[in-house]
């Protein structure tokens, strides 16, 4: 996939194609034929500061860490993005979602990867 703006993270998304953060502040989601399908920015109307790591979780929200602006932002299918984390972060990195509602965050500055719970499902 050329013309990427310094690519970071990369997360599969669901149907075979994948989100790539860029060094720019911005998020792109391509499908599996590796044509773009959206830049999280112009779709959302969402700026970042420098979007770090990227996945996916059981919905198929995309979920970006903010390495500027110390925060975790979900972006559903349809919606607005929603703020998961806004504090207790010094520097994130690179993330990964479980399938029960747990995110898992690298903190460079700390060393140390922290848990948040943010999603429950009903049985």
Request: glycine share 10%; charged share 15%; net charge neutral.
């Amino acid at each position: 996939v050329p013309n990427l703006q310094g690519p970071r993270y990369v997360s599969p998304v669901p149907g075979g194609g994948f989100a790539v953060s860029e060094e720019c502040g911005d998020v792109k989601v391509f499908m599996s034929s590796h044509k773009l399908l959206c830049s999280l920015s112009s779709k959302y109307g969402h700026q970042f500061g420098n979007p770090a790591g990227v996945c996916v979780d059981t919905d198929g929200s995309i979920l970006v860490a903010d390495e500027q602006r110390r925060t975790v932002h979900l972006f559903p299918e349809h919606g607005a993005p929603i703020c998961l984390v806004s504090t207790g972060l010094r520097r994130p990195a690179g993330m990964a979602c479980s399938s029960s509602g747990h995110l898992f965050v690298a903190d460079t500055v700390e060393n140390c990867v922290k848990v948040f719970k943010y999603c429950v499902r009903p049985p």
